[in-house]
């Protein structure tokens, strides 16, 4: 789903070599290098070491490494990292549940972008993780979920928060990004499967269930595509 939407925002502007993808917490670069193979031209932000290292050798196999930037630090510091109205579209993927805030990061991600530029933002889903702790047995931890400002399963959790449709497009408005499109990712993929779920159709049904609701609305992630306004 994450994909389809970035080759579609893609599709509609070609890559001219003028400007530049920025993907924060990009990691290893799952994202960066098939972009890179693309022909765009991606900077990654991570606070990782070991994960740019990877990216790195992972670009140099592929070829591409002169189309990709490593750049260590964290999504809190993007601002100054980063220079305003630099970049056309920003990736920011299962980032916003770990910093300690989340709206100074969004607001980051909006200097940077360039005036009618583009983000891709992947968060955890509140509901996806009630409804898949209760199926799984678990209705304590759900219990807990629900019942929790922040969307957390206790002080174990590796997450910060979770989300949901209003609390994301709150967390947007704050920082003047328009949301285009709103999907679900991985609404039943995460709870179902066996052998008599085959690949295809269960890719089929994600996508034909993502953006409406209340499907969309139960899934493991929520994302949205946003632009800054001009």
Same mark, same amino acid.
């Given at each position: ?23 924060? &917490? ?7 290098? $098939? ?5 765009? @031209? ?6 990782? $070491? ?6 790195? =050798? =992972? ?12 750049? @260590? ?30 709206? %100074? ?8 972008? @360039? ?22 047995? #678990? ?10 400002? %922040? ?13 949901? $449709? ?9 920082? #003047?990004?328009?949301?285009? @499109?709103?999907?679900?990712? #991985? ?5 179902? &499967?066996?052998?008599?779920?085959? %690949? ?5 049904? %994600? ?6 609701? $209340?499907? =969309? ?11 800054? #306004?001009?």
């Amino acid at each position: 789903m994450v994909w389809s939407v970035v080759a579609a925002e893609l599709a509609a502007s070609p890559p001219d070599g003028s400007w530049r993808i920025l993907d924060v &917490g990009g990691g290893t670069g799952g994202f960066a290098v $098939p972009l890179a193979e693309a022909g765009f @031209q991606v900077t990654v932000v991570d606070t990782s $070491p070991n994960a740019l290292a990877g990216l790195v =050798r =992972r670009a140099t196999e592929a070829g591409v490494a002169e189309s990709i930037t490593a750049m @260590q630090g964290d999504a809190d510091a993007l601002a100054s990292l980063v220079e305003p109205d630099s970049v056309r579209l920003v990736l920011c993927h299962s980032v916003l549940e770990m910093v300690d805030s989340p709206t %100074e990061v969004t607001k980051a991600i909006a200097s940077v972008l @360039q005036p009618g530029g583009a983000a891709s933002i992947l968060v955890a889903n509140r509901a996806g993780a009630v409804l898949s702790r209760a199926l799984g047995g #678990n209705l304590t931890a759900a219990m807990t979920v629900l019942a929790d400002a %922040e969307g957390r399963s206790g002080e174990r959790d590796t997450l910060l928060r979770r989300f949901d $449709p209003d609390t994301l497009a709150g967390l947007m408005a704050t920082a #003047n990004l328009e949301i285009h @499109q709103m999907h679900g990712v #991985n609404v039943v993929a995460d709870v179902v &499967g066996g052998e008599s779920t085959s %690949e295809g159709a269960l890719h089929d049904f %994600e996508l034909a269930v993502a953006a409406t609701s $209340p499907y =969309r609305d139960i899934a493991t992630g929520l994302h949205v595509l946003v632009h800054k #306004n001009t």
